[in-house]
């Protein structure tokens, strides 16, 4: 069988498999990444400004403030992964492993703001029961993309750090 273009041969002796893709090297994958982290960084915060006005009511408007919160720490990240990359190219199998450590995080993010969008947590009178399910449905909304995006990338790494 010869590889088609853009995958790895693999043995087919006895087994059925499918081509699996080549992937790029850690610098490429964390230049990617960074890209999408800002990409989601700057609608987060664009969406979350549109929300926060008080017109909306209190669950969207803490929706809102909450998702311009993680936008602005999104963007941080990605300016700091930019400058990072200048004077230390990634290593792929470091990387890969930071992308599943944050998905495991990511995962906490998820359950604490489903438990606050549920339960409407009022952290001691300092936030409505309204405002309180906007702020956990953002949590959670942000937990899933970032873990999304940390898993897209942990796979596309998975191939290269398997082969070094």
């Known amino acids: 069988m010869s590889p088609t273009p853009n995958h790895d041969p693999l043995p087919t002796e006895g087994v059925a498999v499918a081509p699996v893709p080549v992937t790029a090297d850690g ?3 964390a230049s990617d990444l960074t890209r ?3 990409l989601f960084g700057v609608s987060s915060v664009a969406v979350g400004r549109a929300l926060s006005r008080p017109s909306v009511g209190p669950t969207l408007q803490a ?3 909450q998702t311009a919160a993680w936008g602005s720490i999104n963007l941080a990240i990605a300016a700091i992964g930019t400058a990072l990359a200048r004077s230390r190219p990634a290593e792929t199998a470091r990387l890969r492993r930071t ?3 944050n998905a495991g995080l ?3 993010y998820v359950a604490a703001g489903a438990h606050v969008a549920h339960h409407r947590s009022t952290f001691g009178g300092r936030v409505s029961p309204e405002a309180a399910r906007g702020h956990g449905l ?3 909304t942000q937990g ?3 873990m999304t995006l940390d898993l897209y990338y942990a796979r596309k790494l998975t191939r290269v750090a398997a082969a070094g």
């Open 144 to 146: 899933l993309g970032l």
């Open 99 to 101: 992308l599943l450590i």
């Open 36 to 38: 999408t982290l800002t």
């Open 27 to 29: 610098p490429a994958v």
């Open 106 to 108: 990511d995962v906490g």
């Open 63 to 65: 929706f809102g403030r």
């Open 138 to 140: 953002a949590v959670v």
